[in-house]
């Protein structure tokens, strides 16, 4: 079976990466010039990675052009989740240009509770449209996104990178069952990626029993977070982790995982 990378990132070596110092996503230690999309095919395709999402790179802000290229480039292996001015008068416009490229997910990046009403205009046209909204959670909690589900019940969500719940030792376990209490909201899904930031494998294997149960495979999908994976391990790291160290999933969830969750939401 031919499976789908849901969270991937290209950028050109032509454009200064210029991180938005408000967003708090920063690059690794070791810094990534480039990270063209044939490098990307390179290192997937000997894991039958044969289709991808890409995500906009925080470095081009709302400049979505050089995502847009590359789909333009390679329109039966690529889609894309592009970032968007919430504050932008001409949204509805911009989304219906987007929508005519066959772009059908929009990102939001690190909010706070108080912030919804600004993100209103954007999530009523992606609940009206059927887009996807692809979420980066930096906060505290995930009481934005169970307001944003709330209110727009129909609206398909993904958490990207497990909620990213990793980022704080101390904080984990309690984001943890936060994140599988939302399961409980039905438009939400959940990304099995960026497991690279997590040492043992008895954790990500917890991880993904308790999103199992919560979940089920229908609202998880797989994603290499490509190519901050491979400055530790390789980009069948990433794949392996369903593949092969999660013995406890069927073939039939794998595959639902690895591809028919992201074809789903993503190519269909």
Not at 72 to 97: C, G, M
Not at 121 to 129: F, G, S, V
Request: glycine content about 2%; proline content about 4%; overall charge positive.
């Amino acid at each position: 079976m031919n499976y789908i990378d849901s969270h991937a990132y290209v950028w050109s070596n032509d454009k200064p990466l210029t991180l938005n110092s408000n967003n708090k996503l920063e690059l690794p230690p070791k810094k990534i010039e480039f990270s063209p999309p044939e490098l990307l095919l390179r290192n997937a395709r000997p894991s039958s990675v044969e289709k991808f999402v890409l995500v906009q790179a925080p470095k081009y802000l709302y400049d979505n052009s050089y995502i847009i290229e590359q789909i333009q480039r390679f329109p039966e292996i690529f889609k894309a989740i592009l970032l968007i001015d919430p504050s932008n008068n001409d949204i509805s416009y911009e989304i219906n240009t987007f929508s005519k490229l066959g772009i059908n997910a929009f990102r939001i990046i690190n909010t706070q509770i108080n912030e919804l009403e600004k993100y209103n205009k954007l999530l009523e046209i992606a609940q009206n449209n059927n887009h996807i909204i692809s979420y980066s959670n930096q906060t505290e909690n995930f009481l934005f996104l169970k307001n944003v589900s709330v209110k727009y019940p129909n609206l398909r969500i993904v958490i990207e990178n497990i909620g990213n719940i990793y980022n704080d030792k101390k904080t984990f376990d309690v984001k943890l069952n936060q994140l599988c209490e939302l399961s409980s909201n039905k438009n939400i899904y959940v990304q099995l990626s960026g497991f690279h930031a997590i040492e043992f494998n008895n954790d990500k294997i917890n991880i993904i029993k308790k999103l199992i149960d919560s979940y089920t495979d229908k609202r998880l999908l797989w994603g290499s977070n490509y190519p901050f994976q491979i400055l530790e391990k390789t980009y069948h790291d990433s794949i392996s982790i369903i593949k092969l160290i999660s013995s406890f999933l069927s073939e039939k969830q794998k595959d639902q995982i690895l591809s028919n969750t992201a074809k789903k939401l993503f190519f269909d």
